[in-house]
């Protein structure tokens, strides 16, 4: 088994981010992007992350992979899109894993 430890260096760096949360009573799931890596959208570093989503009220929140692979897509209406600006200069990146959230009305 291999066990990977954070580092600070880690946990300073300046990324996009995405990151999903709750509210306390668990009424509300939010989920953000942060763009990053130009001039107008720096990014995060996990402190930075942390105090967002207490700002927002969020308990339980994961931090998922950033960087390149930030990438918020909707589906409205028939249509779908990309809503965020993607840091890598290729656009979207193939990814391992993706979370779908479905809301049924």
């Not at 600070?8 to 996009?16: F, L, S």
């Not at 930075?48 to 589906?75: H, N, P, Q």
Request: proline share 1%; net charge neutral.
């Amino acid at each position: 088994t291999t066990l990977f430890r954070s580092k600070k260096e880690d946990a300073e760096t300046i990324n996009p981010t995405t990151n999903l949360g709750m509210t306390q009573d668990k009424s509300k799931i939010v989920i953000f992007c942060v763009d990053g890596r130009t001039d107008s959208d720096r990014g995060l570093d996990f402190y930075e992350a942390y105090r967002v989503c207490k700002k927002l009220g969020l308990y339980d929140v994961i931090r998922f992979d950033g960087g390149g692979s930030t990438v918020m897509w909707t589906y409205e209406n028939g249509i779908g899109k990309v809503i965020n600006h993607v840091s890598d200069t290729k656009g979207e990146r193939s990814c391992m894993n993706y979370l779908h959230v479905r809301v049924l009305e």
